[in-house]
């Protein structure tokens, strides 16, 4: 499971874009969101890079956790 904390993640707006954006690359992935600990964890058989960008790109700005 990947794991990021995504400190501009404060709103429930924020946390469904988080979502709809790990979908966007995998769509089958599971996406699990704490959003008063501004984290989102991602099961998924894609690569680590490929969401950071993602998520990037769409104004996140994660912090990829070591797990």
Same mark, same amino acid.
């Given at each position: 499971?990947?794991?990021?904390?995504?400190?501009?993640?404060?709103?429930?707006?924020?946390?469904?874009? +988080?979502?709809?954006?790990?979908?966007?690359?995998?769509?089958? !992935?599971? %996406?699990?969101?704490? @959003?008063?600990?501004? =984290?989102?964890?991602? +099961?998924?058989?894609?690569?680590?890079?490929?969401?950071?960008? !993602?998520? %990037?790109?769409?104004? @996140?700005?994660?912090? =990829?956790?070591?797990?």
């Amino acid at each position: 499971m990947l794991e990021f904390v995504i400190t501009t993640m404060t709103t429930p707006k924020a946390a469904g874009r +988080a979502a709809e954006t790990v979908y966007l690359v995998d769509a089958h !992935a599971v %996406v699990q969101i704490d @959003l008063e600990g501004r =984290e989102l964890r991602v +099961a998924s058989s894609r690569d680590n890079d490929l969401f950071l960008k !993602a998520l %990037v790109g769409a104004g @996140l700005l994660p912090l =990829e956790m070591d797990v």
